[in-house]
């Protein structure tokens, strides 16, 4: 696993000089998450209440080897792996490398769960007093629901994943400027993809936006401000591949 693919090289927080925090298991550094180059890399540890500790072991290697679960669905620089790398391997090495990463323990943490609040407030006409609810509705819900759930393993929910759940909002923001690269697996058509709204919505519009998603559903991740919008929107750059490989500042 230390070998495969270098998944600590995202996944693994860096120390001061970029050094890789924990090269092994016996380090509960080890694959507990980082944020690198715009995109955070959650944590690839087990546990019973977030990120993968929600996932099977099935669950787990059939997103390596397709791109998607109804957890979730590759995007930013994980595009990178997949594509490189965990989509050419044997359906044995990812059960196996699933199996080790359910195996190592998480920290202790509040474990999400669903609320029904938000997605009954917009039956009710309530939410769309929230100018993030309001423009969720009309950009996002189309694709992603009202009630924030997956549709089947096309869509990922935005209730509870990894990336809306974590301290930092970098991901959310940056999927929402930039969009989604192609995730490109044998026989697996791509028909829905995240689009970017770089050029539609403002720097208040997406903070709006992401400050919903964030804290709604049973979501713990705080407020977005239009000043982190601004900042990793002069970070990427939509009309090239460095939408993934932003430049470090
Ligand atoms: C170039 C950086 C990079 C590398 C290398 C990388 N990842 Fe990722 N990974 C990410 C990012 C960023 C995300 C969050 C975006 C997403 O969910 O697709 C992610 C998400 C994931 C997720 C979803 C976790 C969740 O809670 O939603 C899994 C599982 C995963 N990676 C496994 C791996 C494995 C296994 C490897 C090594 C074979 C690996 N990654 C290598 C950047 C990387
Ligand atoms: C055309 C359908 C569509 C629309 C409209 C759409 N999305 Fe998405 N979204 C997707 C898909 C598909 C993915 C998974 C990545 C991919 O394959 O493109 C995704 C991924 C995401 C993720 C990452 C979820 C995870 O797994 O961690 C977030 C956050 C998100 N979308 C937020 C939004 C917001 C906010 C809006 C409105 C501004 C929006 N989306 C509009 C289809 C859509």
Known sequence: MQAGGHCGSCHSPRGFAMNEQG???TDPAFLSGALLDGWYAPALRGGSGNGIGRWSEDELAAYLKTGRSRHG?????MLEAFNNSTAFMTEDDLRAMAHYMKSLPRAPEPAWEYDETTTASFA?????????AQLYLQKCSYCHGRDGQNRGTFIPPLAGPSSVLADTPASVINIILNGAGRVVAD????SYRMP???VQLTDREIADIA???RTSW??????VTPEEVRDLRERTDPFSDSVILLQMR
């Open 211 to 213: 400050t919903f998603v």
């Open 218 to 223: 049973g979501n713990t991740g705080g407020a």
């Open 73 to 77: 669905v590759v995007f930013g620089s």
């Open 124 to 132: 009710g006409g309530m939410a769309e007093s929230q100018p993030g």
């Open 187 to 190: 026989g697996v058509p791509d």
């Open 196 to 198: 970017p709204y770089r």
């Open 23 to 25: 090269y092994d298991e």
